[in-house]
């Protein structure tokens, strides 16, 4: 019988939770527990940390799971390296279900750097008006950049004021539409789109108003993940359930 540990998050998650789900196959879906009200869903829930790629190991053999698949986002590089680990500790077989990362197009205006921190750096010098398009979890390393004003957009009303001293919050949920990002960038006079290269379609809306605008776009490329079976569709996924389960992998 196959039971299927899907680590989500991610729009994916929830649509192979729906695929899965459809075709009555068990499978629980967890979370890391960053989102205070998580959308429903039609297979079982977790949330929060495993403890570890060992934590995570433990909980597949205690829970009977045969088949990891990694859904999370593509900036979840710890969540994946621990992923890889226990799979291979308890002999599992893992997919990851992933996203092409965005490229630049004709009117784009990108400046692509390696990581948040180098993103903070490139804000030194004079006053602008910035779009911290990265959630919540890394907005106080711009801090160190308090000259700005900054405009933050978060799932959740956080539980303590964000430190930027200079910053205005829309609480939103997406998916986002090219059309309500423009008239937000317009509304406060963004010049600078700050995002990690998420790809997919869920999250591009703000690249498709900064192109209209001519707002440029620091954009920060994806760490780097252990090498892994990667897929870029629920259907193949399913496909690679069939797959495993019939040769026994």
């Known amino acids: 019988m196959i039971r299927i540990l899907i680590l989500g998050g ?3 998650a929830s649509a192979l939770a729906r695929a899965v789900a459809e075709r009555r196959i068990a499978a629980t879906l ?3 527990g960053r989102v205070a009200s998580p959308r429903q869903q039609p297979v079982p829930i977790r949330i929060g940390g495993f403890g570890g790629s060992t934590g995570l190991a433990r909980y597949m053999r205690e829970n009977a799971v045969t ?5 999370t986002h593509p900036f979840a590089a710890r969540m994946s390296a621990h992923a890889v680990a226990a799979a291979q500790s308890a002999k599992i ?8 990362p965005w490229e630049p197009v004709s009117g784009d ?4 750097v390696p990581d948040v921190a180098a993103a ?10 910035v779009m911290l398009a990265l959630g919540r979890m890394h907005v106080e390393a711009f801090a160190a950049q308090p000259q700005h004003r900054y405009l933050l957009r978060f799932v959740d009303a956080p539980e303590r004021v964000p430190v930027l001293p200079d910053h205005h919050l829309v609480v939103d949920r997406g998916p986002f539409t090219p059309d309500g990002d423009l008239r937000l960038l317009q509304e406060h006079g963004i010049d600078l789109v700050i995002c990690k290269n998420a790809g997919g379609s869920g999250a591009s809306a703000k690249l498709v108003a900064a192109r209209e605008l001519g707002v440029q776009v620091t ?3 994806r760490p780097a993940i252990p090498p892994r079976r990667e897929v870029d569709s629920v259907e193949a996924v399913l496909d690679w359930l069939a797959h495993s389960d019939h040769r026994g992998v």
């Not at 088949?67 to 859904?71: E, R, S």
């Open 10 to 12: 991610t729009t994916e």
């Open 30 to 32: 967890s979370y890391a």
């Open 67 to 71: 088949h990891l698949v990694d859904a």
């Open 93 to 100: 077989p893992l997919v990851a279900l992933t996203r092409a």
């Open 109 to 112: 205006r990108w400046h692509r």
């Open 120 to 129: 903070v750096e490139s804000l030194a010098g004079k006053p602008r008006r």
């Open 219 to 221: 954009m920060i490329d």
